[in-house]
Every structure is written in C-alpha cells, then in structure tokens.
C-alpha cells in the first residue's frame, strides 16, 4: 500500500492500518525527511523519527530532559553500534531510566512524531506489511485512533496557544514570591510548574515535564494566564547551540584529562625521585649491606 498524502491522508491511513489490525512499517516521508511507524496488530509499537531530526530522537529528547549529558550520550551512541541495541535498551540497563520513564518517553516520541506528520500537506506514504514483535522493554503498544484525537486537537489549536508567546525563542521563569495552589491546577499545569525549575527554555522544560510542544505551550498559556509565569524575550545569541555545547563539553573533557594526566606524571615523578634517593643514600646502603653480611 503506498501513494501520495494529498490523495488519501494521514488520519485515514493510520485508521485504515488500525481497523485491519495490520503489522509492519508506515513510512511517510515529506519535506526532506522521512518518518517510520511500526505496527504491531493495528497499534503503534514504535516509531523511527528521521535522523535529520535530532530533537525527536530518544537519546536527544533525554538529554534535552537532564538525564543525559552530551558526554553520555555520544558514549552510549558509541556502544550503539557495537552491541545493536536500542538507546532505550542501553539506557534502562546503564540504570539511567527505570522501565515506568522509558515508557512515559516513548509514547512522547511517538505522539511528537505523529503531530509533526500532521502537518504535512505533500509527501507520500508507503506501508509494508510483515510481522512486528513489541520489545520487552518498550511499554505497551498504542492505539492510533487516541493519538489522532490528540493530533487532531493540536492541529486546530496549537496556532492559538502559540500566538500568546512572543515569536521566535523566548523563555519562561517562575514569577517570584507567588503563592500557587497544586490543587486547582490541571496535571499538565502540575508538572509544568515543577519542571519550570530545570530550565528557562520552554523546549527543555516539556521535556522535562515528559510533555510534547503542544501539551507544553498549552499549560504554560494557563500559568500564564493564571499571572504565575514571566515571558520575556530570548536575545540573539543567548540560546546555546548543542552541536557547540557538545564540543564545549568535549574540549572540556579533554582538558581535564591532560591536567589529570599532568598531575599523575608529577606525583609519579615525585615517587619515583624519593625512591631514587633513597635507595641510592649512604645510609639504606650500609644497612642493606649489614643484611647480605647477616644472612
């Protein structure tokens, strides 16, 4: 089953595979990426964003969330290749995520992915057909038609929320000495509010709070409009780029390694001198030389 997206559309190409109860891959590719569902009995099991889109990938999206450093990551991606296992895997057996985490985070991957696709209005789609195992460690499977109510709640009013905010990057920050009552927010607002200690960049803070864009800005318009949030601008420059931060992190690493190693050599030298001087002195002379008499 393959064609264009403007002739049959997404929703009713992911209602078509779940209504059959249909297992393989649905590709959907458009603006120069391309974008993999698998399907396992009619229900999304997982999902393969493109590799173009970093801020999708599962790794990304836990190192954006704090669990992660650059540094961990790029060495877990490392051992990717070697042993062929999933990041997800790695990360639950490294013990950097319970299963209860993974799973919260994969159905978030799966959700953002499904919204970006949403949006498409060129491309084309391409199912293949063949049987899908779930992994063990990967969460319970997914019924699209839930995603595509959500999805298509984002379509129609992600526009809105996003108006509220300034254009471009902007950052948010917890106005100072409120007084907030857990109890009279919503559980999008609740983990919002807390995640808003992580970070002043709203896109680190949904990931934080295991919410997507669209969760995210919404509670945030709510906290906003409950007057318990500050917006301000982001100027250029202030936002740090993760391809510049990684080889920050990297040359940082690399300088603590040589002063590492520098110290190591001093205090190996100074060892080495001690013994030297001792072994070498009159005095440790003549006494092992009263020990060979001896015995």
């Given at each position: 089953?393959?064609?264009?997206?403007?002739?049959?559309?997404?929703?009713?190409?992911?209602?078509?595979?779940?209504?059959?109860?249909?297992?393989?891959?649905?590709?959907?590719?458009?603006?120069?990426?391309?974008?993999?569902?698998?399907?396992?009995?009619?229900?999304?099991?997982?999902?393969?964003?493109?590799?173009?889109?970093?801020?999708s990938l599962l790794g990304t999206m836990f190192r954006?969330?704090?669990?992660?450093?650059?540094?961990?990551?790029?060495?877990?991606?490392?051992?990717?290749?070697?042993?062929?296992?999933?990041?997800?895997?790695?990360?639950?057996?490294?013990?950097?995520?319970?299963?209860?985490?993974?799973?919260?985070?994969?159905?978030?991957?799966?959700?953002?992915?499904?919204?970006?696709?949403?949006?498409?209005?060129?491309?084309?789609?391409?199912?293949?057909?063949?049987?899908?195992?779930?992994?063990?460690?990967?969460?319970?499977?997914?019924?699209?038609?839930?995603?595509?109510?959500?999805?298509?709640?984002?379509?129609?009013?992600?526009?809105?929320?996003?108006?509220?905010?300034?254009?471009?990057?902007?950052?948010?920050?917890?106005?100072?000495?409120?007084?907030?009552?857990?109890?009279?927010?919503?559980?999008?607002?609740?983990?919002?509010?807390?995640?808003?200690?992580?970070?002043?960049?709203?896109?680190?803070?949904?990931?934080?709070?295991?919410?997507?864009?669209?969760?995210?800005?919404?509670?945030?318009?709510?906290?906003?409009?409950?007057?318990?949030?500050?917006?301000?601008?982001?100027?250029?420059?202030?936002?740090?780029?993760?391809?510049?931060?990684?080889?920050?992190?990297?040359?940082?690493?690399?300088?603590?390694?040589?002063?590492?190693?520098?110290?190591?050599?001093?205090?190996?030298?100074?060892?080495?001198?001690?013994?030297?001087?001792?072994?070498?002195?009159?005095?440790?002379?003549?006494?092992?030389?009263?020990?060979?008499?001896?015995?």
């Open positions: 089953m393959q064609g264009k997206i403007a002739d049959f559309s997404i929703p009713d190409i992911f209602q078509l595979v779940s209504s059959q109860g249909k297992s393989g891959s649905l590709a959907i590719s458009g603006d120069d990426r391309v974008t993999i569902f698998l399907f396992s009995g009619g229900r999304i099991v997982d999902v393969q964003p493109d590799r173009r889109e970093s801020k954006d969330a704090g669990y992660l450093t650059d540094s961990e990551l790029k060495r877990f991606l490392s051992s990717q290749g070697t042993g062929g296992m999933k990041i997800g895997e790695i990360l639950l057996e490294k013990g950097k995520v319970s299963k209860e985490v993974l799973a919260r985070y994969l159905v978030l991957q799966v959700k953002e992915c499904l919204f970006d696709v949403l949006t498409l209005r060129e491309g084309e789609y391409r199912f293949e057909g063949f049987a899908v195992r779930p992994t063990t460690w990967g969460g319970e499977p997914i019924r699209p038609d839930v995603l595509l109510m959500e999805g298509m709640q984002f379509l129609d009013e992600y526009p809105r929320f996003r108006g509220i905010f300034p254009s471009g990057d902007f950052r948010v920050a917890r106005k100072k000495g409120e007084r907030v009552d857990m109890y009279a927010l919503s559980e999008e607002e609740r983990v919002l509010w807390r995640a808003l200690d992580f970070s002043e960049d709203p896109d680190r803070v949904y990931r934080k709070a295991c919410l997507t864009g669209f969760e995210g800005i919404k509670a945030l318009a709510a906290l906003l409009n409950r007057g318990l949030i500050d917006v301000s601008t982001t100027e250029p420059g202030d936002r740090v780029d993760p391809g510049k931060r990684l080889r920050d992190e990297i040359a940082f690493r690399r300088r603590f390694d040589a002063i590492r190693m520098a110290l190591w050599g001093v205090a190996m030298a100074s060892a080495a001198v001690w013994v030297y001087r001792g072994i070498l002195s009159l005095e440790v002379f003549r006494i092992f030389t009263e020990w060979v008499d001896f015995f």
